[in-house]
């Protein structure tokens, strides 16, 4: 998609990325011991805490990755929601106070407190390592998505502004001013998509929502047995064809301007309906719609067919409440797309065709996932959904970058009220999700190339001010949550392996300069990866993430806290069986197969979430291990 920059957009960013390092150079220079870089020195305050909490967890998938996910795939985007804010009950309940008690700096420094063991410092610094790269990916991609709009640039250059920016916050200021960037963003990003959600409501919906919104056409044609297509406007030339699954299309040619049409049946006749398409030459991935590209006339799609309100059509409600947006939607129709890829001569191809969907498939499990028998659901599609589930109800718990949120503040009380104040508002921004993401849906927004842009754009429509200030939020907020990883990155490296695993003796500021050159290191490393997973839903990279550490540390941390028996070299294999396990099946999964230019069907393994074979691997190992070392028990003190 072509989009139009805004100099109101620009300013904002500049703006926004300037109070950001402003922050940074305020706080740099009351950064001098290793507490005060990777903790803070434990004196934030739980309030401020509790939003940074919030500021940080609310990352490009919660906002990019959850509007878009809602918007192609409605209630099944929303279970992201669901399952991101069903983790915090485990971190409240179970984690946050004992953990505070436990812990210094790192995760490594909570789950090595009772056996000061080489190998649990190794592993879990390792563990802290690859979780939060895997959580990195989807920040960058995401950063990438937005300067596009913003600013006009390409995806790489947004990945390379905001692996910049943030190794600058890192290495100057660490904790504290991560901190304070995560509490801005956090409260900026709940307050305007509060008022996007108002908008939202107020402008109700509409069979025709923005002056984007192109009624598609519709043709009728013959076919026969051999795919040979005659349409019955003589002004169109059949130009190929092409088959995708079970769907052909036809390339049409009128004026010299080519189309893309699915070809259907409907009431008995057979009909081409219009589908918009991409082609990869050798100019770059470009979206047409029979106009040339010099024209800059380009679909963004996504809209209602039929709006029914007490069992009448109507063309508009006019404002509406939260409820009743839901309801009316549930008997409405709506106008989706869906994605088919297949060669055209040279070229790739790929096309987006229509798919009439009623409001309550919409708001019903399905659309993504297939879990009936009757939406064509296999054992391994209901494994991929449980795996899934799994893996957000239980990483939060196990996130690196949250866990160290814990030794900022003063003690475990206060670690306590800051969780509570997180969920507070993490659930609140949640639902607000939803009606971002369904109004998204039928806005005419959508950008079929970047599922991602879903909520910024629905934000354009509405006014470009409006654009331009949830734009800069959303970039504010990949800088809050990635500056937060990169913190927890090189705490893991230089605090973790080196200080404590190596034992380089290191004086106070030494920890602090190994600290910064290590988030410089990370920093690089992520810009590379950004740039290499452009194009992925970031909600479903971050839920690979979550599966990672629910499979690595979290059964770790469960039973360092609640079972006596646990050794440090259970600990230790656990960690690792959860990682290579995890990992493995990620790797060697459909999405992953997609990724690498194969069939994803031809994967080795049929589960893109590895959460259902890999947390169990890791408990039972464990478990195992645990009790073929208990000797290693008998001079631990268990009562820290």
Known sequence: ???EVSNLAIFIFIFIVGVVLGLSFYFARKTKSAASYYAAGGNIHWGVNGIAFAGDYLSAASFLGICGMIAFSGYDGFLYSIGYLAGWVVALFLVAEPLRKLGKYTFTDALDSRFNSKSIKLTAAISTLIV?????????VGAGDLVVPLLGLPHWIGVVIVGSIVIFIVATAGMT???YVQFIKGALLVVFSSILTFYILQNGLSLKPTESYHQFTELNAVVSSDTVVSVEDADYTVKATAVAGKNLFVRLEKDGADRWFKLSRKDDQTTLSEALSTTDKADGTKLFNGATQAERKFYQVGHLSKIIVDGKEVDKTGPVGPFEFIKILENSEVIRFSKASFSD????????YQQPTTGKDIMKPGLKYKLSKKAGATFWDKMNFLSLMLALFLGTSALPHILIRYYTVPSQRAARKSTIVAIAAIGFFYILTLYMGLGSMIGGVLDMESSNMSG??????IGVGLFSIISAIAFATVLGTVSGLIVASSGAIAHDFIDKYLQVEMSDKGKVKAGKLAAFGVGIFAIILGILFKGMNVSFLVGLAFAVAASAN???????????????KGIAWSIVVGIVSSIGIILFSPSMYEKYGLIPKDAPIPLDNPGVISIPLAVITLVIVSLLTQKDNSTKDFTK
């Open 1 to 3: 998609m072509i989009y």
């Open 132 to 140: 939060s790269v895997f959580y990195l990916i989807p920040q960058m």
């Open 177 to 179: 001013s991560t901190t």
């Open 345 to 352: 001569g040279s070229d790739k191809v790929t096309v987006w």
């Open 456 to 461: 910024p754009l629905l934000a354009k429509s």
């Open 554 to 568: 979290l059964p770790a941390i469960l039973f360092l806290l609640f079972w006596k028996k646990t050794t440090a």
